[in-house]
């Protein structure tokens, strides 16, 4: 199948399409080191999303919406990415907005203020339920989990490419580990994004299944291997830049190399062979510095490029 059946066939799978232009619901501003956070919220795929926006002071002109993590901490999300708290080689926001990206990071569906209850970080004793429950409902009005965090993908796209001073052909993708695999789905079927980051998360379903590695509840998409797995959806993001990080140790990126092997073919044949790179690191799942640093150093690279034509 060619890259463009298998994209429309995902759509069809994944339930995607381009969203409108939407505009943000401003909230609260506050002045941080280099750049402004507000407290915003947009329309997404079930009503307002909550996010967060940092804005450069020296804007380049790039934005870059950012994916949030799972790790089992459904109380953190968007606040996370902005440095407000949670582990410190996650706060992709403020170092990007430091470089003049315009940066926006969602909540995922049950996860901070997403969950059922009042907003805030706090973690409590039904989110694992909670979040349970969340992909079962949905399930079962056919709609699975990632759909809906895709879509909302889509739209805080949409809302950054809306922003005056953000142009809308260079803004690009970034996430860790769950974030990460949204990542490559939602590059993969947009061809709005610029260019994409996916840490800790290229991983094929047949790799996992096969040592017994378990599947996140966004990641459980009923029919997923009848379309494709995650070694023939990563070259559809050819020939835009793609940056994989992977760890040694890390179960949840065990077959990356592979992945990247299988990429690199559709990059070549789109003559940009040049545009794909993988980083290997010693070490486990969670983020080091020194993969934090090889994340944000590319992408501060990909800031000051020109946009494909």
């Known amino acids: 199948m060619d890259a463009e059946g298998l994209r429309a066939r995902l759509s069809d799978l994944l339930q995607f399409s381009v969203p409108p232009r939407s505009a943000l619901r401003r909230q609260a501003s506050v002045q941080r080191d280099g750049y402004v956070e507000q407290l915003v919220s947009f329309t997404g795929d079930e009503g307002e999303v909550p996010a967060l926006l940092l804005l450069p002071e020296e804007p380049c002109g790039a934005g870059v919406v950012v994916h949030h993590q799972h790790h ?3 109380h953190l999300g968007k606040s996370e990415v902005a440095g407000r708290c949670g582990d410190r080689w996650q706060a992709f926001g403020p170092a990007l907005a430091r470089a003049g990206a315009t940066v926006i990071a969602a909540d995922s569906a049950g996860f901070e203020d997403r969950r059922s209850g009042p907003p805030g970080t706090d973690p409590r004793d039904s ?5 349970f429950t969340t992909m ?3 399930l079962v009005r056919g709609r699975p989990l990632m759909c809906t965090m895709l879509a909302d993908a889509a ?14 052909a260079r803004i690009g993708a970034l996430g860790h580990s769950m974030g990460g695999a ?3 789905l939602h590059a993969a079927l947009d061809t709005r994004i610029a260019f994409a980051v996916a840490s800790g998360s290229a991983s094929s379903y047949r790799d996992r299944m096969a040592r017994g590695v378990g ?3 966004a990641q459980a998409i009923p029919g997923m291997l009848a379309v494709g797995d995650v070694d023939e959806i990563a070259p559809l993001i050819a020939p835009r830049p793609l940056l994989l990080c992977s760890a040694d140790r890390d179960e949840y990126s065990a077959d990356t190399p592979r992945i990247a092997e299988a990429a690199a073919l559709a990059y ?5 062979p040049e545009a794909l790179q993988h980083h290997r690191a010693h070490g486990g799942h969670a983020l080091t510095q020194d993969r ?3 994340i944000i150093g590319w992408v501060i690279a990909q800031l000051n490029e020109q946009p494909l034509g």
């Open 72 to 74: 089992a901490q459904w």
């Open 127 to 131: 989110d694992a339920n909670d979040y």
């Open 136 to 138: 079962c409902y949905r």
């Open 155 to 168: 739209a805080a796209h949409s809302a950054l490419a809306g922003l005056d001073g953000v142009d809308q």
């Open 182 to 184: 949204s990542v490559l």
């Open 215 to 217: 599947i996140d509840c």
């Open 268 to 272: 070549r044949d789109a003559r940009a």
């Open 292 to 294: 934090f640093e090889a």
